[in-house]
């Protein structure tokens, strides 16, 4: 994958091997960004774990999720003892707990993959810093 060199304090994002090529924060994207995101999501094929702890006599009604990418793991819950009802995601190294603006799990999914990259393009700025 190349990378394109910028100004400093500019993020260069990889595009895929397709492109060849990156783009500047600043450079204009397309109108769908989000929704390619989205798409890009569901078709890498992220395959979502239920992972939820059952207790032996109650009703099995999943409420946790897990994804693995790579060596992370990402998790989404709506049945946290301490945030009950609400949804929370979890992924190491990069934050334990955050609550996520969702209704359903799979704006949930959406919206915990939305932070990690987040969490993932602030590390790569960070490092292309570093290299200049």
């Given at each position: 994958?190349?990378?394109?060199?910028?100004?400093?304090?500019?993020?260069?994002?990889?595009?895929?091997?397709s492109?060849?090529?990156?783009?500047p924060?600043?450079?204009?994207?397309?109108?769908?960004?989000?929704?390619?995101?989205?798409?890009?999501?569901?078709?890498a094929?992220?395959k979502?774990?239920?992972?939820?702890?059952?207790?032996?006599?109650?009703?099995?009604?999943?409420?946790?999720?897990?994804?693995?990418?790579?060596?992370?793991?990402?998790?989404?819950t709506?049945g946290?003892?301490?945030?009950?009802g609400?949804?929370?995601?979890?992924?190491?190294?990069?934050?334990?707990i955050?609550?996520v603006?969702?209704?359903?799990?799979?704006?949930?999914?959406?919206?915990?993959?939305?932070?990690?990259?987040?969490?993932?393009?602030?590390?790569?700025?960070?490092?292309?810093?570093?290299?200049?």
């Open positions: 994958m190349k990378h394109a060199r910028g100004k400093p304090g500019h993020f260069m994002e990889p595009m895929g091997e492109h060849g090529q990156a783009y924060s600043t450079a204009r994207r397309p109108r769908d960004h989000g929704r390619a995101f989205e798409s890009r999501i569901q078709e094929g992220m979502w774990k239920d992972t939820t702890s059952y207790s032996q006599g109650k009703e099995r009604t999943p409420t946790t999720w897990t994804a693995r990418f790579g060596v992370f793991s990402l998790t989404v709506c946290h003892i301490y945030y009950p609400q949804w929370i995601a979890r992924c190491d190294p990069f934050f334990d955050r609550e603006s969702a209704k359903t799990k799979e704006e949930a999914m959406l919206a915990a993959v939305r932070i990690v990259r987040g969490y993932l393009m602030t590390s790569i700025s960070d490092l292309n810093e570093m290299q200049e």
